[in-house]
């Protein structure tokens, strides 16, 4: 068995742990736990706040209003959704889509850090508040930081307003394309970086080698 389809395997079979956790209160007001969604070689995660009414009922994240305007983002700088892999810092739907309460960010934590430790993507998007305190603790509010590449011991993350303030706030549609287009510019630096690992063995051209690249 490959490293990629070991972590695939890995990946779905804490899916099904997801689908049947009961640890805490809102396992008995889901209709469906919603774990995740795409490949475990994506090398672009993005993480929610918590499913909403259509992911609750389908058991799949970012398929309502807000996803599709998630996906439309996406493919204006050349992304396909079906590229990513989408989550939630909680996988269940809270009640009337309060925000999430502290114990239960805790309750659902490792599998949040399950997931990005199994997908290990360039660059994961915190898609809102909630996401940016649970993976990056004590930095700034996400209106100073929004668009910012954020590296973090070996993860680099982007904060971005969640796809749902632009429905609500139209003016905001035109942040959220510009940062989506500053996160396109991130993941061509990391490819390229990755790219010249492979040629090279070092993320720089070295001296001797500059001459193959000019």
């Known amino acids: ?18 689908r049947g956790c009961t640890v805490c209160a809102l ?10 969604d795409g490949p475990v070689t994506a090398r ?13 009922q389908t ?3 970012f398929v309502g209003a807000a996803g599709r305007l998630l996906t439309r983002l ?5 992304l396909d959704r079906q590229d990513l892999y989408i989550c939630n810092v909680l996988k269940c739907r809270p009640p009337q889509n309060r925000d999430p309460l502290p114990e239960e960010v805790s309750a659902c934590a ?9 997908i290990r993507p360039d660059v994961i998007l915190l898609l809102g ?30 904060p971005l307003y969640h ?19 500053r996160v396109r510019g991130y993941l061509d630096e990391a490819e390229a970086a990755r790219a010249m690992v492979e040629v090279t063995g070092h993320p720089e051209p070295q001296l001797d080698q500059l001459s193959l690249f000019a």
Not at 5 to 15: C, F, G, N, P, V
Not at 30 to 36: D, K, M, T
């Open 1 to 18: 068995m490959t490293a990629s389809s070991e972590a695939a395997e890995k990946l779905l079979q804490l899916h099904d742990t997801i």
């Open 163 to 181: 796809p749902a303030a632009a429905l609500y706030n139209g003016s905001m549609l035109g942040t959220l394309e510009e940062d989506m287009r």
């Open 44 to 56: 672009i995660m993005a993480v929610g706040e918590a499913p909403g009414e259509s992911e609750d």
């Open 27 to 36: 396992s008995a007001t889901r209709a469906n736990a919603v774990p995740g």
């Open 74 to 78: 996406l493919e204006g700088v050349g």
């Open 129 to 158: 508040r909630h996401a940016l305190a649970r993976l990056l603790p004590g930095r700034p509010p996400i209106s100073r930081i929004h668009g910012q590449r954020i590296v973090d011991g070996d993860r680099t993350y982007v």
């Open 110 to 118: 490792h599998f949040l850090d399950e997931q990005v430790a199994l």
């Open 59 to 61: 058991g799949r994240p």
